[in-house]
């Protein structure tokens, strides 16, 4: 993963996303989805455009499927934009750098 990229599980979920102070955006994925693997791109992109601002990371629903399944993720990649502990974008499937941008700087 990439440097500014953060790793999200059943375990750290409620500490580095709920309650964290600043917008982040969560992807949702597995090693073996395709669509998944196109977006790792365009999730390190946005982390790195955002870094200091949004925290953003992954959670491999495979292998937490906990917080997957209280998430509803029914389909992925699906990325979530949270804020204050709240959901308050979601974004399925292959989805362009500029829809999370807008999202993204709609928040800050």
Do not use: H
Request: proline fraction near 6%.
């Amino acid at each position: 993963m990439a440097e500014n990229v953060l790793e999200f599980t059943d375990a750290n979920f409620q500490s580095e996303v709920l309650e964290a102070s600043e917008p982040v955006l969560v992807d949702f994925w597995a090693p073996w989805c395709g669509p998944c693997k196109m977006m790792m791109p365009t999730i390190e992109e946005i982390a790195s455009d955002y870094s200091g601002r949004v925290r953003v990371g992954k959670l491999n629903t495979d292998e937490n499927p906990g917080i997957a399944s209280a998430s509803s993720i029914s389909a992925i990649p699906t990325v979530k934009l949270y804020k204050g502990g709240q959901v308050v974008e979601t974004f399925v499937g292959v989805t362009p750098k500029e829809r999370f941008a807008a999202s993204l700087d709609s928040q800050l």
